[in-house]
Nanobody, 120 residues
Framework: QAQLIESGGGLVQAGGSLRLSCATS????????MGWFRQAPGKEREFVAR????????YYADSVKGRFTISRDNAKNTVYLQMNSLKPEDTAVYYC?????????????WGQGTLVTVSS
């Protein structure tokens, strides 16, 4: 049974940084795309970033490009999201998700989320 556990959220001032982690177990981590999504209050969940199984392919939402960095450590079954130059509009619950490597990614495993609050 897949488990994904996010950590690292918290309160930070605008311009600051946070590093989120997502520790996983129960599936073949290196064979899965890993992604970060977020959901702000009153809004739909949105894509933030994703990384392929071996880390060769990375994609970001335009809203975070140049500020956020996704990475993974397959030896630790963990994916990270380094968030720099944070803005109040980055405030959201951040979720990590896993999708089996495929032409069409199906994000069928999710963590419980970690709250990031950016004050102005």
């Amino acid at each position: 049974q897949a488990q994904l556990i996010e950590s690292g959220g918290g309160l930070v001032q605008a311009g600051g940084s946070l590093r989120l982690s997502c520790a996983t177990s129960g599936f073949a981590f290196s064979e899965y795309f890993m992604g970060w999504f977020r959901q702000a209050p009153g809004k739909e969940r949105e894509f933030v970033a994703r990384v392929s199984g071996m880390g060769y392919t990375i994609y970001y939402a335009d809203s975070v490009k140049g500020r956020f960095t996704i990475s993974r450590d397959n030896a630790k079954n963990t994916v990270y999201l380094q968030m720099n130059s944070l803005k109040p509009e980055d405030t959201a619950v951040y979720y990590c998700a896993a999708a089996p490597s495929s032409t069409v990614l199906r994000w069928n495993n999710w963590g419980q989320g970690t709250l990031v609050t950016v004050s102005s």
